[in-house]
């Protein structure tokens, strides 16, 4: 009930704008001096009238045409002769529509206005679609998609796009009607028109609707239709409301709920009224019709119909007149009229069997004048001769004479009769045979074309096969090395420090590790040796199954390390893990070497009187502490607003642990540490990530705040807030790198 009274606020909301705007063109056109402004004005008010008053619309063109006549204005003669196509359209006045609009492509490629010759052919596409030549339909949309094309006209690429859709549902193409359908809907959204974007979602919906149709799908139609008359209501386009009440009534009549149908078919029907829309009349009686039928109250049911009917005829409307027909005779055969069910439906296959039916029943209507007359003049004869007899019985030879003259004026008739009528049978005849011998040609060329398409299907058929073997091999392929790398995941899993070693260290931590592949090539490790806790976080070259070996080539040398070496000294470690990392990868400082190594960031701190040790390739560590702390100039301060809570960076060295120009010791850093404060190490994935609304990286700066904002929390609490922040900052896009944070409260 909202919904419907938001909707109702709308149109009326959108009749009052265009009311108004189009008394400020009156206005206009009372006061512009020259007749080119006032042929302008003009169309512009026969456009503004087009879906409230089609009358009015035409009146105002016709105005614009005429004076357009008068000063040889030839594009306001075009722009007026265009709108009255769309008025004649409205009207379902095809033929005229057709003519009217060649007369506008030949002013306008004249005057070589593209966007206009482009309008004009698919007016001219649905108009020939609707007299139910299709290839002729078919020539004129594809002539304006091409040229739409070719200037890059999104708004006219998509209108052009929706009626080769609608050609192609007619012809129980589906699946080529949606893909033009959604193709034309994604070029229209661009151009922010409200009418075309609602009549898209109104056409996906039909297709949707066919019963023939596959992807058949009554809530898919429901929701294309309802967006569809969310639009048209919002803007007041009162055609488009009644076509989308008419299609929803559609729905309801295909579910057998015939009630709520009517009252939808009648909503639609009183807008079309309104409008003057013959054409939309035509289809809403012949459905109200099927409605009555489907509730079997036959009576009202042939009314409308025969309404539908009268109104089709005068429009010369072929699909609407043959449905009529037939459905008349289906409405007569359930009641059990068989007679007229037979009339009707003799009538329905008359009228489809075309010109050849046209003038079998036009021979037919004579021979049927010819003969009452004849029946006519004999009566007439009759009653003279009675006459005759009982009036002048004294001039009986004269009536005897006059009897006779009569006779033979009727044996000539008759004889005049009878070689008409063979004249005409024996034309019928003739004209017959010659249907017939071109109704074998045809044949003879439908087996043939038949041939050829299922040779044509044969081939097509054996390549499926070969792209669906093709397709299988793939897959088992992806699958085995799927297989082999959540094998390797599971093994990289085993490697990393267990929570039990971790434990042994702290109770108070959190590890964010989000591999952009299933292998990562970031790890985390921690160490306890003596009274010093190991911890540190590497970010290897590459990610995926290459940065997965390296991750675990360092995991293991760090072990050795710790093992054999008995050193707890950051940067004596870094120093002993670049030697392995070298050693390992042969790399010896040519040009042609590989590169390959790792960033890291490595902490060590006394649990007995918690100093700390940093150093680091490339990598910093981020202290986050609630007291003012002494640091060195090495160390960098974050400006913050609260007093009591100060972030501070240890940097790493600018090199890394691999072959490379600067081969220095690694640079010491000691802190002074206090009970409370956060410590976090991580590797680059999560400031480097794109995303946002500018799709933009996370950078530094932003992590420090959020690390700096919440560090008072719980470590889980912090976790949680890092994810969900990360997670909410890619959004649609991808993760393009590993990304690992680890914290620590000490």
């Not at 075309?196 to 429901?222: C, H, M, W």
């Not at 068989?338 to 439906?345: M, V």
């Not at 009769?417 to 024996?426: A, E, G, P, Q, T």
């Amino acid at each position: 009930m909202k919904k419907n009274l938001l909707n109702l606020l709308f149109l009326i909301s959108s009749i009052c704008v265009t009311a108004s705007t189009i008394d400020s063109l009156f206005y206009q056109l009372k006061i512009v001096k020259y007749d080119t402004s006032k042929v302008r004005v003009l169309n512009q008010i026969s456009e503004k009238y087009y879906n409230i008053d089609i009358d009015s619309s035409m009146l105002f063109a016709n105005k614009a045409l005429e004076l357009s006549h008068k000063i040889s204005y030839k594009y306001g003669e075009a722009s007026a002769l265009t709108n009255i196509v769309d008025a004649l359209f409205y009207k379902g006045e095809y033929k005229m529509a057709i003519q009217k609009n060649q007369d506008a492509i030949n002013i306008y490629e004249n005057l070589n206005c593209v966007k206009e010759i482009i309008d004009s052919y698919i007016s001219m596409g649905q108009s020939w679609k609707e007299l139910g030549n299709n290839p002729k339909s078919l020539d004129n949309l594809l002539l304006a998609l091409k040229a739409s094309e070719k200037i890059n006209d999104d708004n006219r690429i998509g209108k052009s796009m929706i009626s080769i859709g609608v050609l192609f549902l007619e012809q129980k193409k589906y699946n080529e009607a949606l893909a033009y359908s959604k193709k034309a809907l994604s070029h229209i959204i661009k151009t922010n028109n409200i009418a075309q974007i609602a009549n898209a979602y109104a056409r996906i919906g039909n297709i949707f609707g066919e019963k023939l149709n596959p992807s058949q799908n009554t809530d898919s139609v429901l929701f294309y239709y309802k967006k569809s008359l969310e639009l048209f209501t919002q803007i007041g386009h009162q055609r488009g409301i009644a076509v989308i009440y008419n299609n929803i009534a559609g729905i309801y009549l295909e579910q057998e709920e015939a009630d709520k149908a009517i009252e939808y078919y009648q909503k639609a029907f009183q807008i079309r009224n309104k409008l003057g829309d013959q054409n939309g009349q035509a289809i809403i009686l012949n459905n109200l019709g099927n409605c009555y039928k489907q509730k079997k109250i036959y009576s009202i049911a042939i009314q409308y119909l025969n309404k539908s009917l009268n109104i089709s005829q005068k429009i010369s409307r072929t699909d609407m007149i043959i449905d009529n027909y037939e459905n008349l005779s289906n409405c007569y055969s359930d009641k059990g009229d068989y007679k007229q069910a037979l009339h009707y439906k003799n009538l329905y296959i008359t009228f489809k069997d075309s010109l050849f039916n046209d003038n079998n029943s036009r021979i037919i209507t004579e021979m049927q004048t010819k003969y009452e007359t004849e029946k006519k003049e004999k009566e007439i004869k009759i009653l003279n001769q009675n006459k005759i007899l009982s009036s002048l019985k004294a001039h009986q030879q004269i009536e005897k004479l006059t009897t006779q003259r009569y006779f033979i004026y009727a044996i000539i008739i008759v004889l005049a009769i009878v070689l008409s009528l063979s004249f005409f049978l024996l034309r019928m005849y003739f004209q017959k045979q010659k249907s017939n011998n071109k109704l074998k040609e045809q044949n003879i060329e439908i087996l043939q074309q038949k041939e050829e398409i299922v040779t044509q299907r044969d081939e097509i058929e054996a390549q499926i096969e070969v792209v669906t073997y093709q397709k299988e091999k793939i897959e088992k392929i992806h699958e085995e090395v799927t297989s082999s790398i959540r094998y390797a995941q599971l093994i990289q899993g085993a490697v990393l420090p267990s929570l039990e070693q971790i434990n042994e260290i702290t109770q108070d931590y959190f590890i964010l590790f989000k591999p952009c592949n299933i292998v990562s090539g970031d790890f985390y490790w921690v160490a306890k040796v003596n009274n010093w806790n190991l911890l540190c976080v590497a970010d290897c070259t590459g990610h995926g199954v290459p940065g997965g070996f390296m991750s675990m080539l360092g995991i293991s040398f760090l072990n050795e390390i710790i093992r054999k070496e008995t050193v707890t000294n950051p940067a004596e470690i870094l120093n002993h893990l670049r030697e392995y990392m070298i050693s390992s990868l042969k790399q010896k400082g040519i040009f042609s070497d590989q590169k390959d190594g790792m960033d890291i960031a490595f902490c060590a701190y006394n649990t007995e009187d918690l100093k700390l040790q940093f150093a680091g390739a490339y990598n910093p560590l981020y202290i986050v502490s609630s007291m003012q702390s002494a640091v060195s100039n090495e160390m960098h301060k974050l400006p913050t607003a609260a007093a009591s809570c100060q972030l501070y960076e240890l940097k790493g060295d600018k090199m890394p642990i691999s072959i490379h120009q600067q081969m220095d010791s690694f640079s010491l850093k000691e802190y002074p540490l206090v009970k409370g404060d956060c410590l976090y190490l991580f590797s680059d994935g999560y400031t480097d990530q794109f995303g946002g609304k500018y799709n933009k990286k996370f950078m530094c700066k932003k992590f420090k705040e959020l690390l700096l904002l919440n560090s008072q929390k719980s470590m889980c609490e912090q976790k949680n807030i890092l994810d969900n922040t990360i997670i909410e900052w890619i959004g649609t896009g991808a993760q393009i790198d590993d990304i690992t944070i680890l914290g620590i409260k000490i």
